[in-house]
C-alpha cells in the first residue's frame, strides 16, 4: 500500500461527506505513528480505514453529545 498524503485523505472525506477540521491530519498522524499498521497487521487499504474512521467518529460524537446532556 502507498501511504496516502493528508491532502488525498482531506479530498477522500470531503467526498464521503465528512467536513470536519483537522480529521485528516489526526488520521494521518495516528497511523503514521502506528507505521500504517492496525493491530499486528499492515494496512492494506487507506479508503477503507479512513470510511472505518468517519463511522466511529460519528458514534464517538453522538456518545460525546449525549455524555455532555447528562
Do not use: L
Not at 499498521?37 to 487507506?46: A, P
Amino acid at each position: 500500500m502507498k501511504k496516502p498524503e493528508v491532502e488525498e485523505i482531506e479530498e477522500y472525506m470531503f467526498e464521503k461527506g465528512f467536513n470536519i477540521p483537522d480529521q485528516a491530519e489526526t488520521f494521518f498522524d495516528h497511523f503514521e505513528s502506528k507505521g500504517w499498521m492496525i493491530g499486528k497487521s499492515k494496512m492494506k487499504c487507506w479508503k477503507a480505514a479512513t470510511r472505518n474512521w468517519i463511522r466511529n467518529a460519528k458514534k464517538w460524537s453522538k456518545t460525546h453529545e449525549a455524555s455532555q446532556r447528562s
